[in-house]
């Protein structure tokens, strides 16, 4: 069983910056690709951002790529999404997911390789 625990969301203006945080309970955490994706009502879950277990590889949606950088911390079984230039259309409630596979380039984007999540954390962009 792995436990998700996101934190770091909040109430920012557009433009400004937030890093979330997500705490991970597994001791085999530095074995799994982890990634983010973000859901608003009435929409499906999105992807946004993913890194290989190792953190040498990372992937992002187009819509956030060149403002979010997504990092991870083996040694405190910690991922991080760095959110800059923020704009109206990323708010969402932003959640960490752990990947099926410890790799898979195939599914890495997708949210059904995806087998625990957490519960999930508020952004908020105002205008």
């Known amino acids: 069983q792995v436990q998700l625990v996101e934190s770091g969301g909040g109430l920012v203006q557009a433009g400004g910056s937030l890093r979330l945080s997500c705490a991970a309970s597994?001791?085999?955490?530095?074995?799994?690709?982890m990634a983010w994706f973000r859901q608003t009502p009435g929409k499906e879950r999105e992807f946004v951002a993913a890194i290989t277990w190792g953190g040498d590889s990372t992937y992002y949606a187009d819509s956030v790529k060149g403002r979010f950088t997504i990092s991870r911390d083996n040694a405190k079984n910690m991922v991080y999404l760095s959110m800059n230039s923020l704009k109206r259309e990323d708010s969402a409630v932003y959640y960490c997911?752990?990947?099926?596979?410890?790799?898979?380039?195939?599914?890495?984007?997708?949210?059904?390789?995806?087998?625990?999540w957490g519960q999930g954390t508020q952004v908020t962009v105002s205008s």
């Open positions: 997911a752990k990947h099926t596979y410890q790799f898979n380039r195939a599914l890495i984007t997708t949210r059904l390789s995806y087998d625990y």
């Open positions: 597994a001791r085999t955490f530095s074995t799994y690709s």
